[in-house]
């Protein structure tokens, strides 16, 4: 079951206490304890962690050194990045700075100098807006653009792309071109696409699924296999009901059912979806109705890794073996949940916009028992 | 005699007026408000105001997008249905029979809104 999500807002992580917990083979061992979440969910936003970080007291920032010198192997000075990231479970790391490795798992797969290369990795990119074009950012297809230069400059090339949807604004053919002529210039040739609600308006998904979703089925769900992970791209922006969160809908539940039947429980598995699986914000809309039953079909696994866009922010949250992770946009950020009057584009000065957009790599290493999730802003 | 002909010709001007009026306006009674009783939804920060519009039979309602996003403006009984409506394009919709209408945007589900037809 799902515990109930809490947001920290601003200044709350502040005089919370930093403790070391669980799983030393695993984990960076500087988790934030939250004090006040009673349940075994931790939640953050990059706005939050670059907010906080300078706050951290003296006292917390030795116990933090000093837990960083037992990892200080690589040469990579954490102690600088530590101050804009956070923690915040098994495997799975998170920064604001662009392309650091950040936890012991990641810092040796991306360390080609020690011969030690991940299995592979894959970069998740998110809400391209084409055709957006007010003053939140007038010129989505230079930072959509800035975006894939940013994938075709990691250490490790991507295997390929996620799109997690809203790949245009309005839905129209050139606003798809447009994105399809841009992402052929990445190193990575192949993209995976979920539709977001943007990419569906008026003609209930068609020149969507007649685009992207030719081999998939119903409203463009699929799942794939890349070597020995699963991979299970989800719609939930169909025939969204009055007053109502995402839905995933009975006949793509029962497919999923079916999909993952056969799989071994050790099979590290990838869900990707617009809106998030989880309740980020149900008053903005930001969750998804039926998800609970998506995710009891994934209780039996040992590895679950659930990547979602839709809030043009980055945002996570671990529960049991399930880590859930939204990706920043490539076109304008939204607001943190409940600190604007709606979720509309957040309009920032032209020097801070790119600051706040990004791409998620996320990096697989057999036998390690979590993805590393990294996510990069543009600028 | 001349004074009874002025008296029914003054009388028979407005009824020959009411008569054309509903001739030309089938939904439109006797007890009627003004047919020209328009009114307007803005949509801004994600939500329709007024949430809830009372209007007469026969008001046509237009709905104003004023955010920086899409929406639409969709009946959830069926009754009408806006294509997506990008910055300031409008939809407008004519209502003939008294009734409630409630209405949502089908791309932010959780904007909903009502029109009251009375």
């Known amino acids: 079951m799902l515990t109930e999500n809490k947001w920290f807002g601003e200044g709350k992580i502040q005089g919370r206490r930093l403790r070391y917990e669980g799983q030393p083979q695993n984990v960076w061992p500087v988790p934030f304890e939250f004090d006040g979440n009673k349940n075994d969910s931790r939640q953050l936003s990059t706005q939050n962690a670059t907010n906080h970080g300078g706050q951290v007291t003296d006292k917390k920032q030795d116990f933090i050194d000093q837990k960083l010198q037992d990892l200080n192997n690589d040469g990579i000075d954490r102690r600088g990045f530590l101050k804009c990231m956070a923690w915040a479970g098994t495997g799975l790391v998170w920064t604001m700075s662009g392309g650091i490795p950040v936890s012991r798992a990641f810092a040796k797969s991306m360390d080609r100098h020690a011969g030690k290369v991940g299995d592979f990795s894959f970069v998740q990119i998110s809400d391209s807006h084409m055709g957006f074009n007010k003053p939140a950012n007038p010129d989505v297809v230079a930072t959509l653009q800035a975006a894939v230069d940013k994938i075709n400059g990691l250490a490790q090339p991507p295997e390929f792309l996620l799109h997690t949807g809203d790949i245009s604004h309005l839905s129209k053919q050139e606003q798809f071109d447009n994105v399809d002529q841009i992402l052929k210039s990445a190193s990575a040739k192949d993209v995976f696409f979920v539709p977001g609600e943007h990419d569906v308006l008026d003609d209930n998904g068609k020149s969507y699924l007649e685009r992207y979703g030719k081999s998939a089925q119903g409203a463009g769900w699929y799942s794939f296999d890349k070597k020995g992970v699963h991979f299970i791209g989800l719609v939930n922006v169909m025939n969204l009901k009055a007053g109502g969160l995402g839905s995933l809908g009975g006949e793509q539940l029962e497919w999923m059912e079916k999909d993952v039947k056969h799989l071994k429980h050790s099979t590290p598995i990838v869900v990707f979806a617009h809106i998030p699986l989880w309740s980020v914000y149900p008053e903005w809309g930001w969750g998804t109705q039926d998800s609970a039953q998506a995710l009891a079909y994934l209780k039996k696994f040992g590895s679950v890794t659930v990547l979602n866009g839709h809030i043009h922010q980055t945002m996570q949250k671990v529960e049991g073996n399930v880590t859930f992770h939204t990706a920043m946009s490539t076109a304008f950020p939204q607001p943190q949940p409940g600190k604007a009057d709606s979720p509309g584009p957040m309009k920032v000065p032209a020097e801070q916009l790119r600051t706040l957009l990004g791409i998620t790599d996320v990096n697989y290493v057999r036998g390690q028992h979590s993805l590393a999730v990294v996510d990069s802003t543009l600028g | ?118």
């Open chain 2, 1 to 118: 005699m001349t004074r009874k002909n002025v008296w029914v010709a003054g009388l028979a001007t407005p009824v020959i007026a009411m008569l054309l009026l509903l001739a030309g306006s089938p939904s439109v009674t006797a007890n009627d408000q003004p047919s020209a009783a328009n009114a307007e939804v803005k949509i801004d920060n994600f939500s329709f105001g007024p949430q809830t519009l009372t209007v007469p039979v026969g008001a046509t309602v237009t709905w104003t997008n004023r955010d920086d996003i899409p929406h639409t403006v969709v009946s959830t009984d069926g009754v009408f249905k806006s294509k997506v409506r990008d910055t300031d394009e409008k939809f407008s919709y004519t209502f003939a029979k008294a009734g409630t209408y409630p209405y949502y945007c089908s791309v932010h589900p959780k904007m909903t809104g009502k029109v009251v037809v009375q």
